[in-house]
């Protein structure tokens, strides 16, 4: 059921791609796709509960959907009657305006358009369909609000935010939670640049049990999705951060609390929130063109992009939060920095153990340095994963992860996914795909023996892992 | 100029291609007198572009430029007024190898649709073969019977109006190869069978939906049709970029800065030959993929008429 | 050891993965007293095994070594003893992502099969979900049932040997999802509904011929399923290698060979930074495909079980 | 009509991928998969012709085909039934030698196993014809005659030999076709090293209409594969060949004929020998390998793949030229140099008009430096392709010819294709796909300014193309 502070998403009802458009609504008033609604109606209903948006801006649950489809089952055989003169739809612009003015339901002036269009019944059941569809999409005002999930949250960052998680696709995430072997009890390390997705989609999966540490980069951890899923509080009981920055150190031994990351503290949270807002900025400043992107030919309306997701929980809390400090005196500040350097102790601690059940990464940044620092703190016989936009600094990790030694089966991959429609004598792959989901390495660590360590030698590469092909080649065992 | 022969320079009555830059372009027709208006300013048809040589770079009114190119089939497919849904050349491609044409063949096409297979298949038949194409949409085929006429490629390519289900190719026992993109091509598998040579010959049917590739390869072994195989082709397009990625601060180790033998600060991989490192950032070229790309065009049934 | 918890040792009882190398590994159950054969040689579970750390490299008896690891579901599916056609990690991602799988979660499965995605299944609603799972064939279920105990996940499964499409999972109004892998999905998504909460939940059924889906899609609408979404999903992975591409002798445009730009007989591509040059060639890391790769596992349909 | 002399190719009737297993039969005697046929019975045939091998490897026209899957057609519906003991075949491995040295059909034996399989019955209908199509593939002898074409060569060399063909997959080599606008009367270059393979399907496309210069590397021209085309002799009329090591010297207007690519002559021959011949060694050392390739689940045979083409019209030339040559005197070798130099001349003569229609480059050298010298020779307005097995090169080419400019619409592609089986309830993509078709750059050539030539630095190449997105800037046309 619907609480008044939960995180839900609402999302109008465009057929097949369902989680495509969610948007969050964690506050009451809600933007998007250029209509406004009032969320107070939604409490009390149940998850799923679908909604129609009145004129007034208000939810009113929805009946049962008449299928407009099969009211009008009158259909061409095939097109060869339709002359194409642009004036086939008797309705004008200003008549379909007028009806809205009037608080015409979305799906009756869907119905007047099809009555209005002198080609509808001439169309084939295909066009007609695609018609309809066009046309409910543009005047029907209806959302649901459904639970999130990562399913939910990868699906919908994918589809609008992609930037801001380095364009990571929600079946490549899919692949990183299953080959990171991720199940409640592990100690996890999770470096993300994914405004929080992927340490959410962990933290799901673990389900409250075991701990994670969360590496960062810059003044503090991003957590804008993590937030959106609506996690129990004990959730973040064992969720730790450590700055990327002393990463270094801590592996030498120099360690200390002494300067935390970036202080006077308040920087933390103005870092934090450049750090999940401009994201989209810096991961477009990422590349430079070599040429105009050709335009795909069914590529989406970028103007249809942008009206999202323009409010969200995070803003809220960080207001809040700035409010109170101002309010804040010294003895506050010192208290808090204490508690700060308590934590990261903590956090320090955990990965000295170097005992982690496995590591994580999707970041903006080059994987190799990442890698070969934070699999010092990973467990043997353990998987790690990471994820990079880009197949190229891949190759490179590869590289030095097999110099390096101490990981085996070693695999450089990349998902292909395909949408199907399936309906009556209409199946086919759907006509857009993505076009890439990025790439993953994974690996499995084991003991990596003293003394080879910093040798990195071709000698030492092919010591690291027993070759089946060269002992072919011998015909006997080495 | 004409669509199956180059020639050197723009004449009058020619088709040619205006270039304005990248995936941007469209088709004009020389006339003396004509002026045609782009973003860049005018274009007079007399003196910018008639003499000129094909490929060259005209300077419009208002001093941006474009650059003039010969009209090929497959300009056109990018450029020509959609009347249908259109095959793209990645299908055109393996339609045209699979269906084993070359200069000679004699093809049987239906619908005309906007006739952008059309001229590919004029192009590889010529100079001696001959494109029957039949289409029910008579506002359509008249189209396309003009497209032909000013594209020179006239006497290649018999236009009919007609149903290919009722009514057929209008020949028969005399092509290498037919091609069927009609809504129901199990309905004219028959007709196909008889406009093929006695001796036999190729088959492709495009249909976007399984359903249709079904009942047609039904419809195939039925008509004795062998080496019925289904395929589908799809397009990966890449930019090509120069991408940076910033290497993390992992923070200085003290004094001591070699333990895991990447360096941060200091840029200075040797093992990675493909890093052009400036400060904190390695540079590597990268062909991307479009964020969204075509997914699905049509299933591509290929089939032989069998000798008994 | 466990499938659902990572232990640090090698205890007497545990399924232990032993790596000979790329992807040549196979699972052992280690008992003292007992010795595996590899290519290697003997390895001795008693000395060799029991205690030592998972992850260590192992020294067999003729000299060579390889490495035990922790079994994990991922590893148990490249090494399990195939009784049937197995889903494999690729799919298996996908379906748990989809379906919602999460620590406590109650999942319905038919059937069991080799029971790949079971050990993956159980390992993600561990350690306070439960997955119920229906095997027609009696042989396989009590094979299943076998493996779970072995594993240190009995408590987690409830393995019935029955025909799904006529009795049903034997539950009903518990599972968070269900999913099918049978060869009529379609005869089993009324039982699949009430195997489901009341307050609903998600399924998904896996078929690798497009009939199957288009009948479960028609059954799922009928017993009033949303969201119905059908997916495929494909697993592409790379060789690294480093490639060499000779550099064509062009000849020496007599004194002066600087007229294209590139030479080359000297080495010297300053705008080519992937280039480490040999005499002649080009060298630079690729990541390449397999010559021949899987092309189809089956499509995935998952839908949602309505409110109302 | 099948006569004497043809080539023409036969192949196993394995059901679906038909062409993937010709064999060359332009000699009389063939050894094809482990089986041995004499092709005289053929001659005379129409092609399209399948035959059958009797047991003394004579060819005997094949009756209708009767469907053994029709008359068994008693199917469980599911294997729940099905024990697995590896006891479900009653006949041993003896019983069924002693029915083929008995000189029992195929067909017959293959019936005889349906029958004495305990299991059959109770197999799914799937499963049934999997057990009858793998049973076919191995005791049936059924050949078919077809006759030679691009689609048949191609996807047989990339099915059988990929490496004399660099990988380059057969809808790799339709889309170069199509791309290149290749027809009759054009003048083409063509640089390749595909065993001839793409000068074949160019000059099919061609159909002996215009002319093609050929460019190659080393001592001659390799064109094994171009001979299995059987294409008429005018078609060679109009096909010349050029050295690729004389390409700097024409361009440099320092050409001579003084010096040919490779005397004495003999060495041309041996040369063009060892091209052919050693070329597959040539590719496998190209790539290193970082570690043991990982085996697909369903990697195909190894074995299975070597046991062809071993007999070659191009090895039988060559014998004939050999044993020629050893009798020619001083005379007539002198007579062919004279001949050879005014064929080099004629071909140099072409290339300098620089009026190319268009330029295919399918090569194991990498691109760059080939396009940025052959392009000089290309009229404008003209498609070019290359093709490379990596992606990697093209990228450098792209940027090459970018700095370069006098060449528009530049495009990196690939394909992907995949198979499917469509059988009553039983369609679904196949099981095994090609992982790679490799790679192409295309473009079409314009009239390069002169004082721009040289110039490489980023301004130049902005200039060289008008980009849309920079107006669109600066709101007004530049």
Redesign the interface.
Known sequence: MLKSLDTAWAHPLAAENFVDQCVEVSVRKIIFEKQWFYLDNAIGHIYGTTFEVTSGGNLQPKQEVEETTTETKEAG????NI??DGKSQKLTHDDIKALKDKGIKGQEIVQQLIENSTTFRDK?EFAQDKYIKKKKKKYEAVITIVKPSTRILSTMYYARE?GKIN?LRYDTLAQMLTLGNIHAGNKMIVMETCAGLVLGAVMERMGGYGSIIQMY?GGGPVRAATSCFGFPKPFFDNLHEF???????L??G?FTTETLPSDPEENTLVEEESNGLSEEKQTSL???????????????NPAEEQDTMDINAEDVEFKENKEKENKENVREKQMKQWERRKKLKEAAALLSEKNADGLIVA????P???L??LL?FVAPSRPFVVYCQ????L??CY??LR??GGVINLKLSETWL??YQVL?????????????GGYLLSGITVILEKGKA?S?NSEALKMEEPSSKRCRLQDLPC | MSF???G?TIKDGDTAIV??????MFPVKVQHGTVTQT???VIRHSTDLIGK?????VT?S?????????P???LWTMNLPH?TQILY??D???I???L?L???SIVCESGTGSGSLSH?LI??V???GHLYTVE??Q?RAEKAQEEFREHGVEHLVTVTNQ?VCKNGFGVSNIADAVFLDI?SPWEAIGHAKSALKA??GRICSFS????Q??RT??AMEEYGFT????????????????????????????E??S????D?SKPSHQ??????LQQGT???????????????T??L?FA?K???
């Open positions: 055989t095939d097109n060869r002359v194409d084939t992609p364009h980069p700055p990327l920055s002393k990463v270094e150190s592996l030498s120099t990422q590349e430079t063109e070599e040429e105009p992107a050709p335009e795909a030919p069914m590529e989406i970041s903006k940044f080059h190799t340095p990442l070969l620092s010092e880009y197949k190229e600094p190759l490179e590289t030095k110099e390096r395909r949408n009556p004598d209409r199946s086919h792959p759907k006509l857009t795909m993505s076009g890439g910093d990195s | 199956v022969e180059y050197d270039f304005l830059g990248h995936e941007s973003k860049y300013g040589k094909y490929g060259s770079k419009c208002k001093g941006g430029w474009v650059f003039i190119l010969h090929t089939p497959e009347r050349s990645t055109i491609s393996l045209t190898m699979m084993e070359k200069p000679g590919a192009r590889t010529a100079p001696t029910f949409h506002q149903d809504p001796e036999g976007p939906c399984i359903e590739v079904q390869c039904l080496e019925i195989n289904t395929l589908e082709i799809l397009l990966r397009v890449y930019n090509v970029r120069t991408i940076s990625l910033q290497i993390p601060d992992l923070g200085k180790a003290a001591d800065n333990s895991t033998g990447f941060s093992g990675s030959p493909c890093a052009n390695v540079q590597f070229k990268s062909g991307v993929p479009l964020r969204e790309v075509v997914g699905h049509g299933y049934t032989t069998s000798l008994m």
